[in-house]
C-alpha cells in the first residue's frame, strides 16, 4: 500500500501564524518535514516560495498535491482531512465562537502587528512609534477576546477542551508578552489560559525557541 505523502510547512520560527498552524499539526499527531523561510533574510520573496504563497507570507502547507498559503485555510483544511482531536465542536454556537476569537486575532489583531507593518510604521516615523502601534492594536483586540471569552471559559478558552480559539489566542498571548510587553494583568481571563497553554506539550513544541530556525541563546 502506497504510504501518504509527508506534510511539509514553510515556517518562520517568530511567526504567529506559523506558530498556530504547528500547534494544530501537533494537536493532531501530524509528522511533517519543517522547512524554515527566513523572514528577516527576505526568504518569502523567492519565486520558488511565491509559488506556494501568492501573498508571499508565512506559513504554507505542501500536502501531496495541495498547496495552501494561508494559516486559516491550512487549519481549517487539516480539520477536513484529518479529523483526529477536532479542533472545532459540532454545537453551532460554539462552534461559532472559536471562529469569532479566530478571526479576532487573525483578522483584527495579527495583521496589524506584522513584521512588514511594523517596518513600514517604524521607516515612516521611529522604533518607538513601533512598539506604540502594535500594542495600541493588540490591547484593542485582547479587551474584545477578555469580554467574549470570560463567560464560556473553562479550563480552556470556550470550555474544557482546546478547540480552534485556543490554537488561535497562544501565539498571539505569547507574541504580546514576549515582543510587544502587553500586561496581561489587564486580562484576567486571557492570562489564565495562557497558563493553560503552558502545561500542554504540543503548545510547548510549537515555540517559536523550539523551533530548528530560531537563534541559539546568546
Not at 28 to 43: F, P
Not at 81 to 102: C, E, F, G, R, V
Not at 177 to 205: C, G, H, K, W
Amino acid at each position: 500500500m502506497e504510504e501518504p505523502a509527508k506534510l511539509t510547512l514553510y515556517s518562520y520560527w517568530r511567526s504567529s501564524c506559523s506558530q498556530r498552524v504547528r500547534i494544530t499539526l501537533n494537536i493532531k499527531g501530524l509528522e511533517y518535514e519543517y522547512k524554515a523561510v527566513n523572514l528577516l533574510k527576505g526568504d518569502h520573496f523567492d519565486p520558488e516560495f511565491e509559488k506556494l504563497n501568492p501573498m508571499k507570507y508565512v506559513p504554507a502547507l505542501v500536502d501531496g498535491d495541495t498547496v495552501i498559503g494561508d494559516s486559516f485555510a491550512i487549519i481549517l483544511y487539516l480539520e477536513d482531512k484529518y479529523p483526529q482531536h477536532p479542533l472545532l465542536p459540532q454545537d453551532a454556537k460554539k462552534k461559532a465562537l472559536n471562529l469569532q476569537a479566530a478571526s479576532i486575532v487573525g483578522s483584527s489583531i495579527q495583521p496589524l502587528q506584522n513584521l512588514a507593518v511594523l517596518q513600514f510604521i517604524e521607516n515612516k516615523f521611529n522604533a518607538d512609534e513601533k512598539l506604540t502601534w502594535a500594542q495600541n492594536h493588540i490591547n484593542k483586540g485582547f479587551a474584545a477576546l477578555e469580554k467574549l471569552l470570560k463567560e464560556h471559559a473553562g479550563k480552556y478558552a470556550t470550555g474544557d477542551e482546546v478547540q480552534l480559539a485556543d490554537v488561535f489566542l497562544a501565539p498571539q498571548i505569547y507574541a504580546g508578552l514576549v515582543r510587544f510587553q502587553i500586561d496581561m494583568s489587564l486580562y484576567p481571563t486571557l492570562a489564565r489560559l495562557n497558563d493553560a497553554y503552558n502545561e500542554l506539550p504540543a503548545f510547548q513544541a510549537a515555540l517559536p525557541q523550539q523551533q530548528p530556525d530560531a537563534p541559539s541563546p546568546s
